[in-house]
């Protein structure tokens, strides 16, 4: 089940055509990561904290189109989840906008993808560098949650699967958001009157991998 929503992350959009002028919005905070045992406040209950891992097994992908043409990439991640009698309860995702990376092209098309997609037309990382998503719980089907991009935050639910284990938390996850919740507008056809093989479509598509250790 694909849920509309509002980061495009893009995190998480992050996507598109290069070219045209039209500005956006501003991102959010960087908390510690902790490896330690803390009191969750949500719960009142003792919560072990997994920091997730920075290798391949820790994966944002990202998918934005227009008309019949797309692209897709990659962003990086770090934070951490908390777990309490064996369940994911909760939990906090950073996102460097910074590191939005294509993966559809080469040479200078990539330069100009990658840089249009950070600048002011979409994603404007020099002023919002962190997209973050702040876990709320998991019910064992739906991942429940608020997403900020761009200092815009919306609440969110997704299909998710979770494994916990006694040192690890693993999971997968596909949603879609509409990045023009979050004030990425640049080329929407709902925003602009536009020929149609100039519309950029207002979904991106996430695909994302974790994992966290004690």
Same mark, same amino acid.
């Given at each position: $089940? ?7 992350? #893009?995190?998480?959009? $992050?996507? /598109? ?8 919005? /501003? #991102? ?18 003792? /919560? ?15 998918? !934005?189109? #227009? ?5 897709? !990439?990659?962003?990086?991640?770090? !934070? ?5 009698e064996g369940k994911l309860i909760g939990g906090e995702i950073l996102i460097d906008m910074t590191t939005i990376d294509? +993966?559809?092209?080469? !040479? ?24 973050k998503l702040e876990i709320k719980g998991f019910d064992g089907s739906n991942l429940n949650g608020a997403l900020t ?46 020929? +149609? ?14 994992? /966290?250790?004690?």
């Amino acid at each position: $089940m694909k849920k509309k929503i509002i980061l495009g992350i #893009a995190a998480v959009s $992050m996507l /598109a055509s290069c070219g045209g002028d039209q500005a956006s919005p /501003a #991102a959010s905070t960087t908390p510690e990561t902790s490896n330690e045992t803390i009191s969750d406040a949500s719960t009142n209950n003792d /919560a072990t904290v997994y920091s997730i891992t920075k290798d391949s097994s820790s994966v944002i992908n990202w998918t !934005g189109s #227009a008309l019949a043409k797309s692209h897709f !990439g990659t962003v990086d991640y770090s !934070g951490d989840l908390k777990v309490s009698e064996g369940k994911l309860i909760g939990g906090e995702i950073l996102i460097d906008m910074t590191t939005i990376d294509s +993966k559809d092209q080469e !040479g200078e098309w990539k330069e100009k993808l990658d840089g249009h997609l950070k600048n002011a037309d979409f994603f404007n990382v020099d002023s919002f560098p962190t997209a973050k998503l702040e876990i709320k719980g998991f019910d064992g089907s739906n991942l429940n949650g608020a997403l900020t991009i761009k200092d815009v935050t919306k609440e969110i639910s997704f299909p998710a699967s979770v494994n916990v284990s006694e040192n690890e938390v693993s999971g997968t996850a596909e949603f879609t958001i509409n990045r023009t919740d979050y004030g990425v507008v640049y080329g929407s056809g709902n925003f602009f009157d536009l020929a +149609k093989d100039k519309i950029i479509s207002d979904d991106i598509e996430f695909k994302v991998s974790i994992k /966290a250790v004690k």
